[in-house]
């Protein structure tokens, strides 16, 4: 299986900075990967897929970047909306498998 | 647009089976693979398995290809999750989802299994 190794775990930010969440995946995937964002009490939200690609409807100031086993999401001018725990999930290699989550709160 | 709609969730006794389903909406069922999704309590995210858009192949996690299965139903737009012989650390909320890039969730399924 491809291990996901994301951080931090947890991030405070304040409203208007950037934030940054890595993924390490085990071996590489190629670009295969996504991010989500998971809002409290919510079902999870694809973000970005192709680790770069913006979802239909998705502010533009999410970005994702990467390549081989390192990627990242960014965040640019933290809204209050924006927190949430995000999660990277890979779809390269089967099983499919996911980050441990970056939960992201507002300081 | 977009709707899953999970259904079958509950408290269930470890050992029994329960089969979970997902009605999907606003789109062409028929031409996407759909994947099963849990989320723990601790909200760690696993993978359970897809299935081809037909019908005709299943992709499992290796952890739990003995125990659930995974099926569909193209006429009635549904997919279907059968867990059988189910444990405690089965308690989980269980997501169906559209494709392996899953630019589509349902709301959830809370099952619970306790004594």
């Known amino acids: 299986d491809i291990r996901m190794t994301q951080s931090p775990a947890s991030l405070s930010a304040s409203l208007g900075e950037t934030v940054n969440i890595e993924c390490l995946a085990s071996?590489?995937?190629?670009?295969?990967l996504a991010w989500y964002q998971q809002k409290p009490g919510k079902s999870p939200q694809l973000l970005i897929y192709?680790?770069?690609s913006l979802q239909n409807g998705v502010p533009s100031r999410f970005s994702g970047s990467g390549s081989g086993t390192q990627y990242s999401l960014k965040i640019n001018s933290l809204q209050s909306e924006d927190v949430a725990t995000y999660f990277c999930q890979q779809y390269n290699n089967y099983p499919l498998t996911f980050g441990s989550g970056t939960k992201l709160e507002i300081k | 647009e977009v709707q899953l709609v999970e259904s079958g969730g509950g408290l269930v006794q470890p050992g029994a089976s329960l089969k979970l389903s997902c009605v999907a909406s606003?789109?062409?069922?028929?031409?996407?693979?759909m994947s099963w999704v849990r989320q723990t309590p601790g909200k760690t995210m696993e993978w359970i398995g897809d299935?081809?858009?037909?019908?005709?192949?299943?992709n499992y996690a290796p952890s739990l290809k003995n125990r659930f299965t995974i099926s569909r139903d193209n006429a009635k737009s549904t997919l279907y999750l059968q867990m059988s012989n189910v444990r405690s650390e089965d308690t989980a909320t269980y997501y169906c989802t559209r494709a392996r890039v899953m630019d589509a969730w349902g709301q959830g399924a809370s099952v619970t299994v306790s004594s």
């Open positions: 192709n680790a770069n």
């Open positions: 071996e590489d995937i190629y670009s295969d």
């Open positions: 299935i081809k858009y037909d019908g005709s192949y299943t």
């Open positions: 606003g789109f062409t069922f028929s031409d996407y693979w």
